[in-house]
Nanobody, 122 residues
Framework: QLQLVESGGGSVQAGGSLRLSCAASGRSFSSYAMGWFRQAPGKEREFVATITGNSRYVTYADSVKGRFTISRDNAKNTVFLQMNSLKPEDTVVYYC???????????????WGQGTQVTVSS
């Protein structure tokens, strides 16, 4: 079992950057693919990025490709989301999640953090 805690959210102007972190407690962190998702009020959870346990493969949503970078440090049980060139439409709550398979489908993620708010002003 994993417990996930996100941090690093906040407010930034358009064009700025933020780095989200997700710290995991529990066993076998490197066995899990880790993903970042985001959700606006009243909308479905949206895939942002995912990374395999050994960092060999990553996948991004088209909406963030070239602007966001996912990475992980298995020694520190932490996954990161570096967000650059932020846009007002990136304003939502961001969640990290863990899955036993490498997937973009949120239904296959079994552990979730509580979320962190990102607000981008124009």
């Amino acid at each position: 079992q994993l417990q996930l805690v996100e941090s690093g959210g906040g407010s930034v102007q358009a064009g700025g950057s933020l780095r989200l972190s997700c710290a995991a407690s529990g066993r076998s962190f490197s066995s899990y693919a880790m993903g970042w998702f985001r959700q606006a009020p009243g909308k479905e959870r949206e895939f942002v990025a995912t990374i395999t346990g050994n960092s060999r493969y990553v996948t991004y949503a088209d909406s963030v490709k070239g602007r966001f970078t996912i990475s992980r440090d298995n020694a520190k049980n932490t996954v990161f989301l570096q967000m650059n060139s932020l846009k007002p439409e990136d304003t939502v709550v961001y969640y990290c999640a863990a899955a036993l398979v490498y997937t973009t489908n949120p239904d296959e993620y079994i552990y979730w953090g509580q979320g962190t708010q990102v607000t981008v002003s124009s």
